[in-house]
């Protein structure tokens, strides 16, 4: 009697995020014959090349081949990599791909190249939050709860067919940083999971996504981090939140912009508050409260001035004074400024 041969996996992430599925997967014994990362990029003071967490880990337990290709198309932008990086696949033959957050398209060719196909672990509850930054969008929006939706990859954007998912509340006191960290290691586990019971020849069931719920995360970008303190201070705190680590959601006192990143929402009162949006209105060792939106106000805990460290507010204030009556801007404010200045 012949023994069944083990599963060949593939695999293909780039942040932190996929390392930690990519540690799972090595540790649970699967031999993972071939790494895709996107291209080492500029970091750090000195923006000197660093590699991905994932091609670190790869080359530490060595693992590979390491492939960077800039594209998998092979009409693409760049043709001659993306050729020479999916017939390299094609001569491995991994039984398997596990993709997590690669940053890469991957076109039909290499979607069919595995005979299992490639699964995908994404950091939502499907079909809520497609996309790009799914557990951003999720704290920001003021979820109860997210969860990693092991999915069957297809063309579409996170459209494919669920295999399995596991839910993670959303505390008051979760960032992006903490959620990222949870997450992470559910999808280790589920993916795990779900090679055992490949390797065991067994079928993965497949749910197609219901039409209803559907979300995009759109990418985070620089320009959002700016509070528009004419908000809510409940949606504010949500947004610190989300944006905490990247990008840092601000404020704006003068030229000085300031980083915000723990607050708490305080409830609006019976009367509204006799100040616009964005005053302060105290500052002092338990917070800098600002007037916000629908007559609440904006506790901020944790801040940062330019070339500064994260400081708690009795730290911060020492240095940075910030005396009631003070005006943080509006969005709108900062822009015309900006267009005065140009």
């Known amino acids: 009697m012949t023994q069944a041969q083990p599963l060949r996996v593939a695999f293909a992430g780039t942040p932190e995020f996929a390392r930690v599925a990519l540690e799972a997967i090595h540790a649970a014994g699967f031999p993972v014959v071939a790494v895709l990362s996107q291209p080492d990029r500029p970091a750090g003071r000195g923006m000197q090349l660093q590699a991905s967490p994932v091609k670190q ?3 530490a337990q060595n693992l590979g081949p390491v492939l960077q290709p800039r594209s998998l198309r092979r009409q ?3 043709p001659e990599e993306a050729g020479a990086a999916v017939d390299t696949l094609a001569e491995i033959a991994p039984d398997v791909m596990v993709v997590a957050a690669y940053g890469l398209i991957l ?12 699964l995908n672990i994404h950091a939502s509850l499907l079909p809520r939050w497609r996309g790009a930054a799914p557990i951003h969008r999720a704290i920001e929006a003021g979820d109860a709860e997210t969860g990693i939706t092991l999915m ?5 954007l996170d459209t494919g ?10 505390t008051a006191h979760d960032t992006t940083g903490t959620l990222h960290d949870a997450l992470a290691a559910l999808g280790g586990r589920l993916i795990v999971e779900a090679l055992h019971e490949l390797a065991a020849g067994r079928t993965l069931a497949a749910t197609p996504q219901p039409e209803a719920g559907i979300t995009y995360a759109e990418k985070i970008g620089k320009d959002e981090a700016p509070l528009d303190l004419s908000r809510p ?16 959601a601000t404020v704006q006192v003068g030229e000085t912009v300031i980083k915000c990143w723990q607050a708490l929402p305080l409830a609006a ?6 100040y616009p949006p964005g005053t302060v209105l105290s500052a002092d060792a338990a917070g800098v409260i600002i007037a916000c939106g629908d007559g609440s106000a904006l506790q901020v805990t944790e801040l940062q001035k330019p ?14 004074p910030l005396v009631p009556g003070t005006r943080c801007l509006l969005p709108t404010e900062i822009a015309t400024r900006a267009g005065a200045q140009a």
């Open 57 to 59: 880990f790869a080359l």
């Open 76 to 78: 693409g932008k760049y």
């Open 107 to 118: 076109p039909s060719e290499v979607l069919t190249l595995p005979r299992h196909g490639c």
């Open 152 to 156: 069957q990859m297809d063309e579409g």
């Open 161 to 170: 067919a669920m295999l399995s998912r596991g839910t993670v509340p959303i």
């Open 233 to 248: 201070a409940a949606q504010l705190a949500n947004q610190i939140r989300a944006f905490n680590p990247f990008p840092g």
């Open 269 to 274: 009162g019976r009367t509204p508050l006799p």
């Open 307 to 320: 070339g500064g460290r994260r400081q708690p507010a009795q730290q911060f204030l020492q240095s940075m």
